[in-house]
Nanobody, 129 residues
């Protein structure tokens, strides 16, 4: 499957942004999906993940209460709605997917980048203070 992330840009602190990730070349509903982010000089950080049906969602500590992950299997797209952004959210945001539902079963598994096989190219989000 190929993943194409979009929606990044410059946003003021306190603002909102919605990222999208369009999938092609595979049966989208067969993939668990996730978002990671990476700031300069830092490791890739887990943001959120969602089950194949969209029924189960998971969030990293930095995203809880502010970000929402959702998917539309008819549109082959996963979204990340980000509210209450602050400069610490500045990073390249990557969407990712994997065919194994077991990827999401453990906190460690779903928050580890190497648990996911497919990656998009990333979209830059910059939050100004």
């Amino acid at each position: 499957v190929q993943l194409q992330a979009s929606g990044g840009g410059l946003v003021q602190a306190g603002g909102s942004r919605r990222l999208s990730c369009a999938a092609s070349g595979g049966t989208f509903s067969n993939y668990v999906m996730g978002w990671f982010r990476q700031a300069p000089g830092k490791e890739r950080e887990f943001v959120a993940a969602i089950s194949r049906s969209g029924y189960n969602t998971y969030y990293g500590n930095s995203a809880k209460g502010r970000f929402t992950i959702a998917r539309d299997n008819d549109k082959n797209t996963v979204y990340l709605q980000m509210n209450g952004l602050n400069p610490e959210d500045t990073a390249v945001y990557y969407c990712t997917g994997d065919t194994r539902a077991s990827t999401l079963l453990s906190s460690r598994g779903r928050s580890t980048p190497r648990s996911y096989e497919y990656w998009g190219q990333g979209t830059q989000v910059t939050v100004s203070s």
